[in-house]
């Protein structure tokens, strides 16, 4: 494997699974050219003039669809952790004695470690996705075929509208659908809220199959996914456990040093002047986000300030916030929680996004860069501020990237982090894995102290008469060694056997994740 | 051959480690670690371990050890527990660096407005403790630590008074009740500790015996600052005696009650309303403000009930406390909200405060406002809710010039 230097001065390699890769080029560098990926042109008469596309089984319609070896196979988290239909479709793809194939799904969860087996037998090849926890550690241990990609939900967008993914099946599930393929999230048994990670799917793909638990008469409406882009239909009994795909309620960190952490965040949005009528924020779903939400609440009501936009994972804390009046409309990426559900439902200005608004790097612009003030989270910050999101200090894979680089667009992208796990620094000299470079993040808030990019003077100088403690990130750093008794050791890894990369938003590598030496 | 253990394992066990030593007569040490941040710390951890069996002549021996991500003062702590669970009789000790961020002083009539517990066996609250900004950090060797784990909190709150920095908040110690907690403080006198808080006290002669204790160590270890105490009435026979425990030293800066114990030892039961101990509370003001000390009420032990905390707190403060204890950090802030100084109550006390300078300044020996003369108590009254208010945020440092 021949490995370049790219401009962030990280070692990735020419070649990935056989095609040809650009290093990334620096911030903003590269523009491709040239016209976008075209899906195969379909015709309507193909098609059943009764609009009925339902089939069988998910076998049939995946033979219906030509599934051969070495095919791409996507698929989407809107089920999370509670997903069965993947597990079944491989279940499924084994039985029909299909090889290689590339899984692309917009992101895995601990509920697919059943695929290790199909990963181990060569009916998967590699994934292209995100790695989560004993898939990350599978893929780590240098076990998996080819080489995993990780790319964000943007990214992903990007990768197949620019013809670096071609999809050959994508396979949707859907919480409702009519026999005609139009389908939505935000109803049925199995409602998760959204379809949005499944929306280039299923305008790129070549075949497209919805799986439904909920079939409804013509028309299903809204149709999220319109079904004139879908080939089958498929019901099944369950798409899985609804418990599992959104949480009937979220919950709030119980944490004293979180909720320190997110009052820090809530404060210092205040102090920077950033909370101001018809701003706009993102909040995640970890329990430090609700934290930092709720207090940016209080602050807002006491000072009658109203946001213009709140960009979700929503929650039933924002979904308050947009009831009682405290923001306009909540721009949605995914929901969370039931309340996230019923209010995208019900009310108007709870409006669903997708990764091509809120975050593609092939459109005319798009929401991320708009935001006043996002809060993410991370595993590592080094000092020059880059982050690591996908990565732990002992070097194995463990999450995928999210919206995470698309987000670090904001006006103000703030790392609401711990300064330490256990005995785990999170401020390191280095990060293990480059996920997002340092030049887009601006603010890092630990329970220690708020370190300010140095290279925003403007933020520096607006809270420089707050009672907020802003240090250097240096000196968090060196406290934070201190404690754990000295600079962390790095992983021993093969530095010439690369198991994963990682995508910037524009399709360049970025960084790349080796195999973990035991 | 002899087996012993010390510490803790199991899937919830964060930042501790469990350590299993069996003694040999040949073939060194055979050390098996298995730890969560092996690949982070592992080589550290292994040089510790070591560096510890050399300083207590340990010479052949296997040692397992199970690492929950374990910061090095806990890892300490618990090995020489270990050993001298294996050893007993002997009495060195193997201390930690002395952080030097630790060295700050103490002083008698600080502000003791929220006093943090902290369990003496549980080192992963230590870290953070000090950033919520409680004004005392206690390290409880008492009521919080298991009757076999005693010798373990010892060792953990020693190392932690060494290690941590509980960002100047003030380092106090609740010893265990007599005689053990003269024990304890042979460990912690020597680390900068500023306040004892002595449990269960019913007399002057608890108080004393740990004066003369404290004395005794002091001399020994060449410590020259104060130490004070902070006597904890939890009995009818106590609050009785309150006046007599408030002024046994010249050393107590506080005197506190504990309603746990104290409603249980007069038949009752701790309800909202607190009836039952208003005259245990009020005892206990008058005591100690005869006695020219502080006067610190209980815990609250609802932590989810914050409305609850703060409607206490303020009630305490009409009573005359000027503390409460917490048992939770998040507690800390709503104690320091409900304690801080009304806005009336400020400006008086601006106005008392500007008179004396006034009066000061003209070299007068009396100070009025108008044809009302301020006493000299009134003066000092008037200074600390400046202060206060000033550590609330409710008034600037330089309030005069404005």
């Known amino acids: 494997m021949k490995l370049v230097k790219n401009a962030a001065g990280r070692f990735v390699p020419t070649s990935v699974n056989g095609e040809k890769q650009i290093p990334y080029k620096g911030m903003n560098k590269y523009r491709p050219t040239g016209n976008k990926a075209n899906p195969k042109i379909s015709t309507c008469i193909d098609f059943p003039s009764d609009g009925n596309k339902v089939v069988i089984n998910l076998r049939e319609a995946l033979k219906k669809a030509g599934l051969k070896d070495g095919m791409t196979i996507s698929t989407h988290h809107h089920l999370r952790n509670g997903d069965v239909v993947t597990n079944m479709m491989f279940d499924t793809i084994k039985k029909m004695k299909v090889k290689n194939i590339r899984w692309f799904p917009s992101a895995s969860f601990p509920c697919h470690s059943h695929l290790i087996k199909y990963l181990e037998d060569g009916t998967i090849h590699h994934i292209e996705g995100s790695m989560n926890g004993p898939l990350g550690k599978f893929t780590t241990e240098g076990k998996m075929s080819g080489t995993g990609v990780l790319r964000s939900h943007g990214g992903r967008y990007q990768a197949i509208q620019d013809g670096e993914v071609k999809v050959d099946i994508a396979v949707i599930v859907a919480p409702t659908a009519d026999p005609f393929g139009n389908a939505t999230g935000d109803r049925g048994p199995s409602a998760c809220g959204l379809l949005g990670f499944a929306l280039a799917d299923s305008q790129y793909a070549d075949k497209v199959i919805i799986v439904t638990d909920n079939l409804v008469p013509f028309p299903c409406i809204p ?113 969370f929680d039931l309340e996230g559900v019923r209010s995208m439902r019900e009310n108007a200005n709870h409006v669903n996004t997708s990764p091509f608004t809120s975050y593609n790097f092939h459109g005319k612009g798009n929401f991320a860069s708009m935001l006043d003030a996002v809060v993410l989270g991370a595993t590592e910050v080094d000092l020059n501020f880059n982050a690591n999101v996908v990565s732990h200090s002992d070097g194995y894979l463990l999450h995928g990237i999210g919206g995470w680089q698309n987000c670090l667009f904001s006006k103000c992208t703030i790392l609401a982090i711990p300064s330490f796990r256990d005995r785990i620094p999170v401020i390191v000299d280095d990060v293990t894995t480059l996920v997002g470079p340092g030049n887009l993040i601006d603010v890092i808030v630990t329970e220690r102290g708020i370190a300010i990019n140095p290279k925003r003077k403007d933020l520096l100088k607006a809270v420089k008469n707050s009672n907020l403690p802003i240090r250097t990130i240096k000196e968090i750093y060196n406290e934070v060694n201190e404690l754990c008794g000295g600079k962390p050791n790095k992983p021993k890894v093969n530095k010439k056997e690369v198991v994963a990369v990682i995508k910037w938003v524009d399709g360049t590598l970025l960084d790349s994740v080796y195999k973990v030496l035991k | 051959m002899k087996t012993v253990s010390a510490g803790k394992r199991g899937d919830k066990v964060r930042s501790d480690c469990y350590i299993e030593i069996t003694k040999k007569t040949s073939g060194g040490i055979k050390l ?371």
Request: glycine letters at 6%; hydrophobic letters at 40%; charged letters at 25%.
């Open chain 2, 32 to 402: 098996k670690l298995q730890s969560k941040v092996q690949t982070m710390y592992g080589t550290q951890i292994e040089d510790q371990i070591f560096e510890m069996c050399r300083f207590f002549a340990l010479r052949h021996a296997d040692i397992i050890i199970e690492d929950f991500g374990a910061l090095p003062f806990t890892i300490a702590a618990r090995f020489e527990l270990a050993i001298k669970r294996l050893e007993p009789s002997l009495t060195c000790e193997f201390l930690p660096d002395f952080n030097q961020a630790n060295n700050y002083k103490t002083t008698k009539d600080r502000f003791r407005r929220s006093r943090l517990y902290l369990p003496g066996n549980e080192p992963k609250f230590y870290p953070n403790a000090g950033l919520h900004k409680p004004d005392g950090i206690i390290l409880d060797l008492e009521d919080s630590v298991a009757p076999t784990e005693k010798d373990a909190a010892q060792l953990i709150v020693r190392n932690a008074l060494r290690s941590i920095n509980f960002y100047n908040s003030e380092r106090m110690v609740r010893i265990n009740q007599l005689p053990k907690g003269l024990e304890d403080l042979k460990y912690i006198l020597p680390q900068n500790v500023h306040v004892i808080l002595i449990p269960k006290v019913e007399n002057a002669e608890q108080v004393q015996q740990v004066e003369a204790e404290v004395e005794i160590l002091k001399k020994k270890h060449k410590i020259k600052n104060d130490i004070f105490f902070m006597p904890i009435i939890e009995s009818a026979k106590g609050v009785m005696k309150a006046f007599e425990i408030a002024t046994a030293s010249k050393y107590n800066c506080a005197l506190t009650i504990g309603l746990e114990d104290y409603t249980a030892d007069i038949g009752t039961q701790r309800t909202t309303e607190e009836k039952e101990s208003f005259m245990a509370r009020s005892t206990i003001v008058a005591a100690a403000k005869a006695a020219g000390i502080q006067a610190i009420d209980t815990v609250f032990s609802d932590v989810n009930d914050m409305d609850g905390l703060r409607k206490s707190t303020e009630e305490v403060k009409s009573l005359g406390f000027e503390g409460k204890g917490c048992i939770h950090p998040r507690q800390v802030k709503a104690v320091h909200e409900a304690l801080a100084p009304t806005e009336i109550e400020i400006e008086k006390a601006k106005k008392i405060v500007i008179a004396f300078d006034e009066a000061k300044s003209k070299g007068l020996g009396v100070v009025s406002i108008g044809s009302k003369m301020i006493d000299a108590p009134v003066v000092k009254r008037a200074e600390n809710t400046i202060k206060l208010a000033i550590k609330n945020n409710l008034l600037q440092t330089d309030w005069k010039s404005n």
């Open chain 1, 223 to 335: 149709w999220q996914i319109q079904g004139n882009n879908v080939d089958y239909v498929v019901k099944v009994p369950t798409l899985g456990d609804p418990k599992k795909i959104v949480s009937g309620t979220t919950e709030v960190t119980k944490s004293p040093d979180r909720l320190l952490i997110a009052e820090y965040v809530a404060q210092f949005l205040e102090d920077a002047g950033i909370m101001k009528d018809g701003f706009s924020f993102q909040a995640g779903a970890g329990g430090t986000n609700l934290a930092f939400a709720l207090f940016l609440k209080e602050k807002m009501k006491a000072k009658n300030i109203k946001a213009r936009f709140i960009r979700g994972g929503s929650t039933k804390y924002l979904v308050e916030m947009l009831e009682e009046g405290l923001t306009d409309y909540i721009l949605d990426g995914q929901t």
